[in-house]
């Protein structure tokens, strides 16, 4: 008999996201950490490129303040990179430490698995849609801004 496969359907199966760059204390948070830091609720429209929209999404979780907090963000950086995989999204400081904008664990009042797309940068109704990161993997804090992907690949959709 076949040994039996655990077929992973929670976020805490597979999240991990690694906060690294000019920090004081890198550091890799699994979902368990990361649902003992929800901090913040969001409730926002959603405007895609595509022309459509969603109104009054609601979010839960973790500040992106709150994690760069954490992990001691230095002073200097002025740049946050947000990515999953090769998509990077780069943040001004000033955006990331935005009180609106969270690490989302929660969509809709439920907690969704990774192909729904979370961990997910969520931010203000005003954001461009392409810096809605799902399926976060890594927070790179900088000094100067890294390369982004997506505009580029986000856009490149829309001409298809």
């Known amino acids: 008999m076949a040994a039996s496969r655990r077929i992973e359907t929670s976020i805490t199966d597979r999240v ?27 409730v926002a429209d959603f405007h895609c490129r595509e ?3 969603r ?10 303040t709150t994690l760069l907090a954490l992990a001691g963000a230095a ?4 740049y946050v990179t947000v990515g999953s995989g090769e998509y990077t999204a780069v943040l001004t400081r000033k955006q990331a430490e935005d009180e609106r904008v969270l690490l989302a664990l929660e969509h809709g009042g439920a907690a969704s ?3 729904a797309g979370m961990p997910r940068l969520v931010g203000p109704a005003e954001w461009d849609c392409f810096l809605s990161v799902k399926s976060v993997d890594r927070i790179e804090v900088t000094r100067e801004p890294q390369h982004a992907t997506a505009a580029t690949r986000a856009l490149a959709r829309l001409r298809r």
Do not use: F, K, Q, T
Not at 16 to 42: F, K, Q, T
Not at 55 to 64: A, N
Not at 75 to 78: I, K, L, R, S, V
């Open 51 to 53: 022309g459509w929209s």
């Open 55 to 64: 109104l009054g999404e609601r979010w839960r979780g973790v500040r992106l």
């Open 16 to 42: 991990s996201v690694s906060i690294c760059g000019d920090v004081e204390r890198p550091a890799c948070l699994g979902a368990v950490e990361l649902r003992s830091l929800m901090d913040a609720e969001l």
């Open 75 to 78: 002073d200097a950086a002025g």
């Open 113 to 115: 698995p990774r192909p």
